[in-house]
Every structure is written in structure tokens, then in C-alpha cells.
């Protein structure tokens, strides 16, 4: 994979690519997760299909970053991100947040994606969403900064179930101050709650698939699958012994799950 840089207004946002013939895949990480959370999928599928991840504004290597963005804007800088390397016709890979950007792509440039595969993430529209949890994503800073930043961390690794998991997300915390983890938090969770305030569609116009955790006990993620899968008639595998992180915790079951939309459900629509 081939690390490259993105200049906007506020940042710049790193993002790697492994180009090539066939269907590109978009891993897109959730809050606070660089593009490491992601290295099973890549491992799996480099060489097979296109690539790209990258590091979300704020994340990783793409910080230093204002926080002065939406939902909306995220959409935007990766749509012309994927026009300058190439990438049409993609297949979304979004794990939690990852999974709302990927849903705000859609609603912003309806028909220009081949796919998307939820990981752990939730549907952006209000109806699913009761008043009381809303208030909660637009006042998370009430939660998070009375934390200490031991408390932070160790909470922060109830997201997985496995060694592997929880290393990894040890790491990636460790790359922030206490200050930008709460900050980059506060933030994340509050254009979520602007991009479900706007009340859009959010309709996925392409082939879906819902991957969620068994042991995922991130808010009411499970409920949210469930009500979406039900609602929306959208296909939902739930993945036995992992949690929010589930490509860390069921790494070889979700790339099967992913190998098989590709070849198999892609090919059918």
C-alpha cells in the first residue's frame, strides 16, 4: 500500500492505496481507529481487488486537523479523493463510524457506489434513534471529560474480545493525548447527531450487507442492526464471540463474508 496526501482547508488527510484492475474496496475506520484497524482486511485482499483506507481527518497521520467539519464534508474530501486516484464504483467497507460516512457518501452521490458492508455501524436516520439517545451523542463531552485517561483507555478496550483487538486499539490510543481523544470524540459523535438531525433519506441504493458483533456493547448497536435489517429487508450476519471491532475479533469469518459479496452477490445484482 502506497501512503498519499489529501490537502484541504484544515489538513491534511493520509490515506494509502494499492491500485489495480477489478472492483476498488473503500475501508473506512471508525472513531478514533486509524487505518490500522483495517490490516487483516488489507492483508487479505491486496493484490486481489483496488484499495484504499485511509486515516480520517483528525485520525492518525491526519492530524494536525481543525475539528470544524461535518459528516457531509468527510463524504466530500474522499469522493474527490477516490476522482483523483481512479476509484469508481466502489464497494464501502465502514466499520462504526466508518459506516456513517459511507452512508453520507450515498446520500450526497446517489449511484455511485457497487456496495457497502456495514461493520458494527448503525443506520443514519432518525426513526431508529430515541430522543434521549440523540441528547446523548450531542452532549458526550459530559461523559468524557470528568474520565481520567487510564479509565479512557481501559474503557476504550471493551470495543474487542480478543488479544489481538485490544492490542490494537491500546495502540491506537496511545497516540493521543487525552485532550485530542476526548476532543476527536466529542466531536465525531456530535456531526453524527447534526447528519441524523438533517432527517435525510440515507438510502442504500446499492447491494448491503450488516455485520455485527455478538458481543457488541457499544450503545445499542445490536438493537440498531436489528431494526435495521428488519426495517430495510437488509441482509444481517451476526458474528459469534466478537465485539464492536468485529474484523479484529473474526478477521478470517468477516473476509469470507466479504469475498462472498464481492464475487458472488455483486455478480448477482
Given at each position: ?148 485517561w487510564k479509565a479512557l483507555q481501559k474503557a476504550g478496550l471493551a470495543v474487542s474480545t480478543t488479544d489481538y483487538g485490544r492490542a490494537l486499539m491500546a495502540r491506537m490510543m496511545a497516540d ?94
Amino acid at each position: 500500500m502506497e501512503e498519499r496526501v489529501f490537502a484541504t482547508a484544515l489538513g491534511e488527510i493520509h490515506y494509502w492505496v494499492n491500485l489495480g484492475r477489478g472492483r476498488p474496496m473503500v475501508f473506512l475506520p471508525g472513531l478514533t481507529a486509524d487505518h490500522g484497524l483495517f490490516d487483516k482486511q488489507i492483508e487479505a485482499f491486496e493484490g486481489e481487488y483496488p484499495l484504499l483506507v485511509w486515516d480520517a481527518p483528525g485520525h492518525g497521520a491526519s492530524r494536525p486537523f481543525r475539528l470544524e467539519f461535518s459528516l457531509w464534508d468527510k463524504a466530500g474530501w474522499l469522493h474527490t479523493i477516490m476522482e483523483q486516484e481512479g476509484l469508481k464504483r466502489p464497494v464501502f467497507v465502514g466499520q462504526s463510524m466508518g459506516g456513517y460516512v459511507a452512508q453520507c457518501y450515498l446520500e450526497r452521490y446517489p449511484g455511485q457506489a457497487a456496495g457497502f458492508i456495514s461493520i458494527d455501524s448503525a443506520p443514519l436516520q432518525r426513526k431508529y434513534l430515541t430522543a434521549g439517545e440523540l441528547w446523548l451523542l450531542k452532549h458526550a463531552g459530559l461523559i468524557y471529560r470528568p474520565y481520567p485517561w487510564k479509565a479512557l483507555q481501559k474503557a476504550g478496550l471493551a470495543v474487542s474480545t480478543t488479544d489481538y483487538g485490544r492490542a490494537l486499539m491500546a495502540r491506537m490510543m496511545a497516540d493521543y493525548t487525552k485532550e485530542e481523544y476526548v476532543a476527536l470524540t466529542v466531536h465525531g459523535f456530535r456531526i453524527l447527531a447534526e447528519a441524523i438531525e438533517r432527517d435525510l433519506t440515507y438510502r442504500v441504493d446499492c447491494p448491503c450487507l450488516l455485520l455485527c458483533g455478538e458481543k457488541d456493547r457499544a450503545g445499542a448497536a445490536k438493537r440498531y442492526n436489528r431494526a435495521w435489517a428488519k426495517i430495510e429487508g437488509l441482509p444481517l450476519v451476526w458474528l459469534s464471540g466478537a465485539g464492536h471491532n468485529s474484523n479484529t475479533d473474526a478477521p478470517e469469518w468477516v473476509n469470507d463474508l466479504i469475498r462472498d459479496f464481492m464475487t458472488r452477490r455483486l455478480s448477482a445484482d
